[in-house]
């Protein structure tokens, strides 16, 4: 129930002293806005590098992980006993995924996935007169490798899409063309581990920035992969998946794993130290702004006491003249949550506008211009929430000591 | 006009600091319906502490409390403040009134908590009070503002604005001239006689004590 004598108690008194009341109100700006600004960058730099990674990487990965090591096989029939097996070796039965139509149809049929290519990956030498470096070769399907990587927003020379017409075309990274002093036009030669060589023409350059990639991989077309390896039209070394979210990638792996029979592994179970650093930030973030709000949180207690203590005659003869503990409470929780929310809007707003001014510093490096920066409303709406939970715990406990005044004892004198 | 509305049986109150000493000892008194009573004494002898009790604000004490047939003693905090505040209207020795608000609000404020009547009616009724205290022209000045004798008059007029059972007044005229102490004297004398409140004030006045219904003297925390 809300008593409106209550409630214009608590204006008369936030209004008659407004310097007080807006030095309490800055302390939950303050950590608001701070929260707002911390979590905006650290969402911003996690998102960053997630799109670096992800140019590179696809969110899952098929691929043939090679056999079992089968050979011990005596062991698998006799496990208690000691067996040795002189100069044992792992037999090689399969290599690549040879049943491609049927994994891609099977993936075809799956929600929460936004894209799939197929990829011919081949180790290489690349060699331009006597400069030799070796690398990998991506035979890709360029239209969804465009799509799964956004391929084509990294070509710094010619046209993604040409190489759908070029088997002879190759893509080189910028760092590999800078070794190997190639520029467009050229003739880059390439050859196989099993000795196959070719000849390739370079009609394109493309930067990821990240540097491991620029200086060794170079792309072909996918069938002019498979030419150079002398393997059918179904062969494949990778399936590369995208998915509508990235963090939330294992429901598909359990989905699939069954009816695939080649390895499916996640982005997060080959870079861990992606999600590592990642969840790191995120903890740092939270802990930082958590601090920040408690420290506000103890701003707004200090305050409220303060306040309590100037005004415990005021209190005293709210009692004397039938005012209950519980009215007393609700008086001074009342402008606690008040200056909860005037400060919580307040600091949404300078969140804002900090994490806008610091989106604009320049940071050059790996691609990027500015400083990274989100603007997520759920954190603004978190934030506020902390601000106003903060205050409501930084209101309480003065207000209920207020509520628990003996009004004779001061009275009195 | 002849029953009881208060009794207090036996009361007895010690102070522990600095030392242990008993200014109450065993006081038994009742007052009936619409009279007007005075509480005299000398200074020190223990009138603003029975006062205090009385009011049911202090309830540390021992024997009992009984007013309009409720007892009061051993009852909760919330209960009592919920009790002061429809039956009991009280004027403090040193008029306390709550500075950030003007006369007209501090005169409001019990009423409002009340809520028996609306935020007009209060606030008719309030100004009434106020013009009959001759305070209509300073109903909206903030109380820091107005002199002792003009808070003091405010104060009575806060504690009339319930229309409680009784009014307890610690030296209500105490800083007030010839003039308004006798405007508050008929005041009180009319509530007493025309709508049966009864009043309760204790005095350093003889001439104010003379006049009323009844007079109780105090002497060394007993009643003499
Ligand atoms: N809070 C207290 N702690 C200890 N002793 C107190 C306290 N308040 C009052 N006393 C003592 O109790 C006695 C009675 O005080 P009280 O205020 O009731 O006197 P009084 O009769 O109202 O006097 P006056 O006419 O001057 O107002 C006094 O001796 C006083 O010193
Ligand atoms: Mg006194």
Request: glycine fraction near 8%.
């Given at each position: 129930m809300f008593n409106s004598i209550n409630n214009r108690i608590s204006q008369v008194h936030l209004t008659s002293d407004v310097k007080q009341t807006i030095v309490a109100m800055l302390g939950v700006t303050f950590g608001i806005s701070m929260y707002i600004f911390m979590t905006g960058f650290m969402s911003g730099v996690n998102d960053t590098q997630a799109d670096l990674a992800f140019s590179a990487l696809a969110h899952v990965r098929i691929y043939n992980d090679g056999p079992a090591d089968n050979s011990n096989i005596a062991k698998k029939v006799f496990p208690n006993d000691i067996i040795n097996v002189r100069n044992a070796k792992v037999i090689k039965y399969t290599d690549g995924i040879k049943n491609s139509t049927a994994i891609l149809a099977t993936l075809a049929k799956q929600k929460d996935i936004t894209g799939f290519t197929s990829q011919v990956n081949v180790n290489v030498f690349f060699k331009n007169a006597g400069n030799k470096v070796n690398g990998v070769v991506s035979g890709v399907d360029v239209t969804n490798e465009d799509k799964v990587y956004g391929s084509s927003k990294h070509m710094i020379q010619g046209n993604w899409n040409e190489l759908k017409y070029r088997s002879d075309g190759i893509f080189v990274g910028v760092e590999l063309a800078r070794v190997l002093g190639l520029k467009m036009d050229d003739n880059v030669n390439i050859l196989t581990s099993d000795g196959v060589s070719r000849n390739y023409k370079v009609i394109g350059v493309f930067r990821t920035d990240v540097f491991s990639v620029d200086k060794s991989k170079a792309y072909i077309a996918i069938n002019a992969a498979r030419q150079l390896l002398g393997v059918n039209q179904d062969y494949v070394t990778d399936i590369q998946i995208d998915m509508v979210d990235y963090n939330n990638t294992q429901p598909l792996i359990d989905n699939i794993k069954s009816l695939i029979p080649y390895k499916v592994e996640s982005w997060q179970m080959g870079n861990q130290q992606l999600v590592a650093g990642s969840s790191?930030?995120?903890?740092?973030?939270?802990?930082?702004?958590?601090?920040?709000?408690?420290?506000?949180?103890?701003?707004?207690?200090?305050?409220?006491?303060?306040?309590?203590?100037?005004?415990?005659?005021?209190?005293?003869?709210?009692?004397?003249?039938?005012?209950?503990?519980?009215?007393?409470?609700?008086?001074?929780?009342?402008q606690a949550i008040i200056i909860g929310i005037l400060g919580g809007c307040v600091g949404m707003v300078l969140g804002y506008i900090i994490s806008r001014l610091v989106n604009r510093v320049k940071f050059e490096i790996a691609g990027m211009h500015h400083l990274p920066m989100t603007y997520y409303p759920h954190n603004y709406i978190l934030a506020f929430m902390f601000g106003l939970i903060t205050t409501f715990v930084a209101g309480y406990l003065p207000a209920h000591k207020a509520s628990k005044i003996d009004p004779v004892s001061i009275l009195r004198g | 006009m002849t029953d009881t509305i208060l009794k207090a049986d036996n009361i007895v109150k010690y102070f522990y600091e600095p030392e242990k000493f008993q200014v109450l000892k065993g006081i038994s008194f009742e007052v009936k319906k619409g009279e007007f009573l005075a509480l005299i004494g000398k200074s020190g002898c223990g009138k603003s502490t029975l006062m205090y009790v009385l009011s049911t604000m202090d309830t540390d004490y021992e024997g009992s409390l009984t007013i309009k047939d409720t007892l009061l003693t051993k009852q909760s905090q919330n209960q009592l403040a919920a009790f002061r505040n429809e039956n009991i209207g009280f004027v403090f020795q040193f008029h306390y009134l709550l500075p950030e608000f003007s006369a007209l609000e501090n005169v409001m404020i019990p009423a409002l908590k009340l809520k028996r009547y609306s935020k007009a009616e209060i606030e008719e009724k309030a100004y009434k009070n106020l013009e009959m205290l001759g305070l209509k022209d300073q109903a909206l000045k903030r109380v820091t503002k107005l002199s002792g004798g003009q808070q003091q008059r405010v104060a009575i007029a806060r504690a009339l604005i319930n229309d409680p059972a009784i009014i307890m007044g610690d030296e209500p005229t105490g800083n007030l001239d010839t003039a308004n102490t006798q405007i508050v004297f008929d005041i009180f004398r009319e509530l007493a006689r025309e709508r049966n409140q009864t009043i309760i004030a204790v005095t350093h006045d003889d001439d104010f004590a003379k006049n009323c219904d009844r007079i109780i003297e105090m002497k060394d925390g007993q009643i003499v």
């Open positions: 790191l930030r995120d903890t740092i973030a939270r802990a930082v702004s958590l601090t920040i709000l408690l420290v506000a949180g103890f701003g707004i207690y200090n305050i409220m006491n303060m306040t309590i203590n100037q005004k415990i005659r005021e209190i005293a003869i709210l009692k004397a003249m039938g005012f209950s503990g519980s009215d007393v409470t609700k008086i001074f929780l009342t | -």
